[in-house]
């Protein structure tokens, strides 16, 4: 019985190194998409709570966070957001 080859080896750490890159690619599009919400907000003048904050930084679904994205274009406040959105509540035991 013979081990891996060199060859095998290799192409495993290429596929866990390109496996690493696009789940950090992913987590990077959700840190913006996050950073985005709370610029609009902030340049708006709408007030964010810590715990909206948080709620905001630990979503990641970047079609929850879209939404967030375009509501607070409008929003009179940062509460606006999370009304019937499907995105993670602070405190709830899910994320």
Known sequence: MTGP???????????ARQKAFEEG????RQEM???????????????????Q??????????????????RAATADSAA???VDSPGPVVGSGGA
């Open 5 to 15: 080859t060199f060859s095998d080896q290799r192409t495993c750490f290429q596929e």
């Open 25 to 28: 690619f992913e987590q990077g």
């Open 33 to 51: 998409a996050a950073e985005s919400v709370l610029v609009v907000l902030c340049s708006r003048g709408v007030a964010v709570s810590a715990a």
């Open 53 to 70: 904050e948080e709620r905001i930084w630990s979503c990641h679904d970047l079609d929850v966070l879209r939404g967030w994205l375009l």
């Open 80 to 82: 606006a957001l999370f």
